[in-house]
Nanobody, 128 residues
Framework: QVQLVESGGGLVQAGGSLRLSCAAS????????MGWFRQATGKEREFVAA????????YYADSVKGRFTFSRDNAKNAVYLQMNSLKPEDTAVYYC?????????????????????WGQGTQVSVSS
């Protein structure tokens, strides 16, 4: 049974940092591309970042580019999202997602439906 478990969320002041983790089990981790999405209250779930199977390629939403860094450790079956210079508009539940599908490019990786497995989410709250 595939499981993705996020951790590391919390409350932080604007300008602060958090590091989210997502631990995967029940899958051949290196065969999965990974993504982070977020959903603020009353809004649609939106793409945040994606990483290739090897970790060599990363992709970011314009709203987080230059502030967030997505990495993975295939030996530990885990991915990480380092979030710096946090803003109140980053407040949301953050979800980790995994996909074994073949990607035609960044357009696929931005789509929720491209991902097959999801975690339960972790809350990030940024105060002004």
């Amino acid at each position: 049974q595939v499981q993705l478990v996020e951790s590391g969320g919390g409350l932080v002041q604007a300008g602060g940092s958090l590091r989210l983790s997502c631990a995967a089990s029940g899958l051949s981790f290196g065969a999965y591309a990974m993504g982070w999405f977020r959903q603020a209250t009353g809004k649609e779930r939106e793409f945040v970042a994606a990483i290739s199977r090897s970790g060599a390629s990363t992709y970011y939403a314009d709203s987080v580019k230059g502030r967030f860094t997505f990495s993975r450790d295939n030996a530990k079956n885990a991915v990480y999202l380092q979030m710096n210079s946090l803003k109140p508009e980053d407040t949301a539940v953050y979800y980790c997602a995994a996909s074994s599908r073949v990607s035609r490019g960044i357009a696929d990786r931005r789509l929720k439906d491209w991902y097959e497995c999801w975690g339960q989410g972790t809350q990030v709250s940024v105060s002004s």
